[in-house]
């Protein structure tokens, strides 16, 4: 059966689903997006993610395309239309279709185009790589200087993931001037003794919604929490490592750059954290 998918106010089988040449997204990745997790068929830290939406979209001083309450329509429209108990719908706005290519943005008379869609990933709390932990490895990060609008601005942080395939590794930590700032689709963290250190935010990363809500839960549970840069010696010589994301929730980082961390093994903090947060969310969504 055809995937349904949405494109500015219609529900349309995905082989009939279109937008113009001229989007802005298509010609200069003018759009930004969002990863909502799907639980039993709920959706996870939607809040989180809507209210992200409206601070890209003011950033880039991009008109709303729905409500808040529009948007969660359509997220557990397509999602009972689709069938999803476990996966996650993208959603995507960017600044429409005028009717000429050019570098100034648009006036307001052209309205911003809206896509969603839905993916199925079964058993998605349950990933065999959260049993044996990732593989990662480090590569200069040579994105835009806005890391913290989540735009579709997505080919360095691709390049960065083939080159961790070939590699034979499983992403890439980004490096710039010493200190990591996240991977390539995440934020990223190690464990020295009982203190969990991930980048403070910033211009440099992503406020990832899972990695709020993950901080949180460490505080709640009595763990220390630094906000700070760590270098790339101090990942390798850190007991545990690990990255959230919202489909990966928290995932285990055992090895970097060939190296193991700690055990080479999951570490307790990432595995406790992991748990926690899945219960939470599954508690929470919506």
Avoid: C
């Avoid at 939607?46 to 950033?59: I, K, M």
């Avoid at 403070?200 to 990363?205: E, R, V, Y």
């Avoid at 190296?259 to 947060?277: F, H, M, N, Q, S």
Wanted: glycine share 8%; net charge negative.
């Amino acid at each position: 059966m055809s995937r349904i998918v949405y494109v500015n106010g219609e529900y349309l089988p995905e082989s009939e689903a279109k937008v113009s040449v001229f989007d802005r997204g298509f010609l200069m990745a003018d759009g930004v997006y969002e990863v909502t997790s799907v639980l039993g068929g709920k959706l996870v830290d939607f809040d989180g993610h809507t209210a992200r939406l409206r601070r890209s979209l003011s950033e880039l001083d991009m008109a709303s395309p729905a409500s808040d309450e529009d948007l969660l329509a359509i997220h557990r429209e397509l999602v009972a239309r689709n069938g999803i108990e476990d996966g996650m719908v993208y959603l995507q706005v960017t600044r429409g279709a005028p009717s000429e290519r050019d570098f100034a943005y648009p006036d307001a008379s052209v309205p911003p185009t809206l896509v969603l869609f839905t993916q199925a990933k079964p058993g998605l709390a349950d990933s065999p790589l959260a049993k044996t932990g990732m593989k990662v490895i480090s590569i200069p990060d040579q994105r835009w200087a806005r890391r913290d609008i989540k735009t579709v601005q997505l080919l360095y942080p691709s390049m960065g993931k083939m080159m961790a395939k070939a590699a034979g590794a499983d992403d890439a930590w980004m490096v710039e001037d010493g200190a990591i700032t996240e991977g390539t689709s995440n934020n990223a963290y190690i464990v020295k003794g009982q203190t969990i250190v991930t980048r403070d935010l910033g211009n440099h990363i992503l406020s990832g919604i899972t990695r709020a809500a993950v901080l949180r839960f460490a505080q709640e549970a009595q763990m220390k929490v630094e906000e700070r840069p760590f270098t790339l010696d101090e990942a390798l010589a850190a007991d545990e490592a690990f990255i959230t994301s919202a489909t990966t929730f928290v995932m285990p980082v055992v090895r970097i750059d060939g190296r193991d961390l700690g055990t080479g093994k999951p570490g307790p903090v990432a595995t406790r954290l992991r748990e926690i947060y899945i219960e939470e969310s599954r508690k929470a969504a919506v």
